[in-house]
């Protein structure tokens, strides 16, 4: 793949050609960090022509592209940076680091142009930027040697990153991917989910669900990560398929949850794909907590032997199509635009405030992927408006903030906040885990008669407790009262015989009603301790919790309670 009989490999032809000059870019990575967007290895199909052809170039430098100022693709510059002894390869995946101040490097194999060349050992590099367009390369030894040195370097794997951790799944070894793997004469496909966490640099090696993507041999179908969702951030990817020739629709969504290392799945709906290989993704939020990601060209059957069809010609060139996956909707809309310049290869990042840019990419209509012909995109590289849904030839700094696409914003105005059919509970959860943790789906399992009878017996026990400590302040006010009103009459005075015979017999008669007041109410009526038989609708008359009669302030609980005697006004 990238060589092309028409074609001459120049060393000294220029990394950054002309626009006049310029053809094509392929097989390269790249990656948004800060204020710039770096491209970094792959192949250059340029003019003038050598013995009669296009010219290949090996990018043997990184490019840094300037986002804090509006270009356009004939007049944007590129800052050119040297490798410092950095592998120069194929599709390498790069993972930034969310301070934007660093991201590394990691798969790849070496071109079909450079089959002379020693394949570089497996290594991790790392890039640290200036701030400026500048920067530097350094190899970055791993923390856990004995789990890296056992990793396979891939070509052609999905990369991504989520909460600060790379992840790269899929891809093959082969004969130019690694010094371990040199024997090899055909491409072998590369199992499972290799993971780098950025902040710890440990490195994991973990293990796919479905036994029919175990050999997962190059990006077909998509892989996007979403931090939205999930205590960590999810990887959602779709089209999943060891068949180039037959990539199934996107319908059917894989979710993976780096937190606890689970695959989940649901359907989606709407404007669905067909199937595709090697598309491109971005993300971003949406509006009221919605996300978007937004999938990109691609190519349905490879014609790897003489002229394709008529009918593969057209497959491909109706794949020249961006298509949104809105969550928590799970719903795809299709932008509505002529198909005119179909490319697979391409990578793309959400750049600016709504913007996607589309760098590089081969033409799907031609045996062997032509990398040869000029690219309708000047320079490599295309500018998408994510909220009006329309492709413009310049990227703008100053753009309005994004906005999720009319298209979007009708889906939930019509249908709710969410898809109202979930796979399962679990995949529920993870997606409205915010609804649920302000009681919506997270309650506990109890039936809603004996979580309705709890919640009776409470207020009832609280409304009795209430009139209880009513009463209790009612004759306290009245009985200190009374004791003040008799001791002022007699101030200065000592009781005669008949007084004092009065006062001691009721004084003994306050005695014998003071002490159940004194303890509250008996223990048979606390409201902590009534059972079932007192709920409020099973309450008698003779159980009311209190009733106060016109202006008077006697209080009544049932007939075995004690009354106070009536205030002396």
Not at 13 to 37: I, K, M
Not at 67 to 73: C, D, E, G, I, L
Not at 321 to 347: C, M, N
Not at 440 to 450: H, I, L, N
């Amino acid at each position: 793949m990238g060589l092309n009989r028409h074609t001459s490999v120049s060393t000294s032809a220029p990394n950054v050609p002309s626009v006049q000059n310029f053809l094509r870019r392929n097989f390269h990575a790249s990656v948004a960090l800060g204020d710039f967007v770096y491209i970094d290895g792959g192949e250059v199909q340029q003019l003038p022509a050598v013995n009669g052809g296009p010219t290949g170039k090996l990018l043997n430098v990184t490019l840094a592209i300037d986002m804090r100022k509006s270009w356009t693709n004939d007049t944007v510059t590129f800052n050119s940076i040297g490798k410092n002894g950095a592998p120069s390869l194929n599709t390498e995946v790069l993972w930034p680091s969310t301070d934007n101040q660093t991201f590394f490097a990691f798969g790849g194999e070496i071109s079909y142009w450079d089959l002379g060349a020693e394949v570089p050992d497996v290594s991790c590099w790392q890039f640290t930027a200036d701030g400026n367009g500048g920067g530097s390369w350094a190899i970055f030894k791993p923390f856990d040697q004995s789990i890296f040195y056992d990793l396979t370097r891939p070509g052609f794997a999905s990369g991504a990153t989520v909460d600060n951790t790379g992840f790269i799944f899929g891809g093959h070894a082969s004969y130019r991917s690694s010094p371990q793997t040199s024997q090899l004469r055909e491409n072998v496909p590369i199992p499972g989910i290799v993971s780098f966490n950025i902040t710890s640099t440990r490195w994991q090696n973990d293990t796919l669900w479905r036994p029919d993507i175990q050999d997962l041999n190059a990006p077909h179908g998509m892989l996007a990560s979403v931090d939205s969702f999930g205590t960590d951030g999810l990887l959602v990817q779709a089209g999943l398929t060891s068949d180039a020739n037959n990539p199934p629709p996107f319908n059917n969504i894989t979710i993976y949850d780096p937190s606890k290392k689970t695959w989940l799945s649901q359907t989606a709906t709407g404007q669905v794909p067909s199937g595709r290989s090697t598309a491109c993704t971005v993300g971003v939020k949406g509006d009221n907590g919605t996300y978007e990601i937004f999938l990109y060209g691609g190519q349905n059957i490879v014609g790897l032997h003489g002229n394709i069809s008529l009918t593969q010609y057209r497959e491909n060139v109706a794949l020249d199509e961006i298509y949104v996956l809105s969550l928590p909707a799970f719903a795809w809309f299709k932008a509505d635009y002529p198909a005119r310049h179909p490319r697979v290869g391409q990578t793309c990042h959400f750049v600016g405030n709504r913007q996607m840019l589309s760098i590089g990419g081969r033409d799907p209509t031609v045996v062997y992927n032509d990398t040869t012909s000029v690219d309708p995109f000047l320079q490599s590289l295309g500018i998408f408006d994510l909220t009006t849904l329309q492709w413009s030839d310049g990227y703008n700094a100053d753009a309005e903030p994004y906005e999720s696409p009319t298209v979007v914003k009708a889906w939930y105005a019509a249908n709710g906040p969410s898809t109202r059919t979930w796979h399962s509970p679990a995949v529920q959860r993870l997606f409205l885990q915010e609804a649920s943790s302000t009681g919506g789906t997270g309650t506990s399992p109890s039936s809603p008669e004996k979580s309705g009878s709890s919640s009776t017996g409470a207020i009832v026990g609280g409304v009795v407790g209430g009139i209880a400590a009513l009463c209790l302040l009612i004759g306290l006010v009245w009985w200190l009262r009374r004791r003040k009103r008799r001791a002022s009459d007699g101030i200065g005075k000592d009781p005669t015989p008949e007084q004092q015979t009065h006062q001691d017999h009721q004084q003994s008669e306050l005695s014998a009603r003071e002490k159940p007041y004194r303890h509250e109410m008996q223990d048979d009526y606390r409201p902590h301790e009534m059972d079932g038989t007192h709920s409020a609708a099973e309450m008698a008359g003779a159980y009311s919790a209190a009733e106060l009669y016109g202006g008077s302030p006697r209080a009544e609980m049932g007939t075995q309670s004690q009354s106070l005697p009536q205030q002396q006004r």
